[in-house]
């Protein structure tokens, strides 16, 4: 036998072992309620004892890829509220869909077991929030996640980015903005096709840099001022409204920054929200309050830099477990409520609604980790003459609603946890970016096993003909 024959042997053994090592399988399915056969969005999907997961989409969709490594441990289908399904990753069978039946604590004998235990809605808050430094990380992590950043009308999309990012916090404890890390790491579709006031953006990016309030849009004409600046400030303006620094570094991530002394759930938490409990439910065999939220008598204001964002009133729902205080998810909503927030929101936005954001949180290692992030805000585009203050007013006539009121949908799934201090450290030491909307060079290769959000139906379609409107509009 021949060396060359035996490095040929030895080639092909190694690229088998690869093969095998790397292989995966992918899980796709539907969950639907038992008793209605509507789809469960938002239920999660994982490999039990893993980071692994997924979460259904607004069908009740999901696609999950799954290292074969992991074929004999458990896939578990949960969502508050139901019974979970549980079955073996190598037996699942995507041609039966998954039902999951209701499942509902008693409230009465519940709030009976103990006297000791809180009974009221703001109680229970106190206590989640009290428990924190016991539920969040009290070390430094890493998570890689999916992000997908839509832009649109009422009419169709016009800008959509997909990408895979990395975060590393270094513990509950310590302040966001300098122990919070974030970067892109890869992007996979960069489609922009707004129709962009640039000389508002302008306007506003003049206003932070020089600290002068004076400028306005009539200070300035549009044919004296050179394209790369425009773009530079229309950059600055979406990383301002939707940059990922904003987004967890700020107010909005309220679990994990609540220890700042002006956080949304800081110490005067009640004075800006009251709770009040609902009912006891259940989800994978554990109970969770289900607690409503509500106004009190403060405002909730989120003082972004160079933005009129205050005056508004929360309502939604918090899920707090039973056993621990550990918050699951919260779905919360701030609507204009003060007399300038309410003609603000009117006249830029066309709603009333400024923020829609939903946080779940999963359980890892005794720790609870920010699983899943759904964040929609309305967003100034294309306002023409209007300005960013209280009291302006247009005429309404001359607006075509459908076409100029935008909105921006940012969705992210964190899909691994990493607690590893080298490999840390490692990914600390490489250059951090945390821009979101500079294009970056297409790996193909990186994609080919990497967990995404499935889109709808509605959104793969609005999706695609994007897709085809942005490349007539290339050529």
Known sequence: ?????????????????????????????????????EPIESASIYV??????????????????????????????????????????????????????????????????????????????????????????????????????KE?????????????????????????????????????????????????????????????????????????????????????????????????????????????????????????????LDTVLVENGRKIYKIKISESFEYVNLETPGVFNDGYQPKGWIYVYWDNYAIKRIEYELVAASSAQRSRSKTLYDTEINHKLILTYKEYQDNMYLNYVFYETPKLVNVRTVVDDPKTEIDESLVNKDERFYYTVQEILFTEIITDDNEIQKTLKQSWDPDLFSPKPYDKGFWKNYNTLLESKEEEKLIQDLTKRYSLFKD
């Open 1 to 37: 036998m021949t060396n060359r024959f035996l490095t040929y042997l030895f080639t092909a053994f190694l690229f088998i072992i690869g093969t095998c090592a790397s292989a995966q399988t992918e899980l796709t399915n539907t969950v639907l309620e038992g008793s209605t056969f």
């Open 152 to 276: 649109r009308n009422k009419i169709e999309f016009k800008w959509l980015i997909e990408s895979a990012i990395t975060l590393y916090d270094s513990s509950f404890i310590s302040s966001p903005s300098a122990n919070l890390k974030l970067n892109v790491d890869q992007v996979r579709k960069s489609y922009d096709l707004r129709d962009v006031d640039s000389l508002l953006a302008y306007t506003a990016y003049l206003k932070n840099k020089s600290k002068n309030s004076r400028i306005t849009t009539k200070n300035l004409r549009r044919d004296t001022i050179l394209t790369s600046s425009l773009v530079k400030a229309i950059k600055w303006n979406d990383n301002r409204i939707n940059g990922l620094e904003t987004l967890f570094q700020g107010k909005l991530n309220m679990v994990r920054n609540a220890g700042n002394s002006k956080a949304l759930f800081g110490e005067d938490i009640l004075s800006k929200h009251q709770f009040k």
């Open 48 to 149: 039990k004892n893993t980071t692994i997961g997924t979460v259904t989409n607004a069908d009740g969709k999901f696609l999950l890829t799954v290292p074969n490594k992991y074929l004999k441990d458990t896939l578990i289908v949960s969502s508050i509220g139901f019974k979970s399904y549980k079955i073996p990753v190598v037996e699942f069978d995507a041609s039966f869909e998954i039902y999951l039946d209701e499942d509902v604590a008693s409230l009465d004998e519940i709030i009976l077991i103990a006297e000791t235990r809180p009974k009221t809605g703001n109680e229970i808050m106190m206590r989640a929030i009290e428990e924190l430094p016991k539920n969040l990380p009290d070390s430094s992590y890493l998570q890689k996640g999916f992000m997908r950043h």
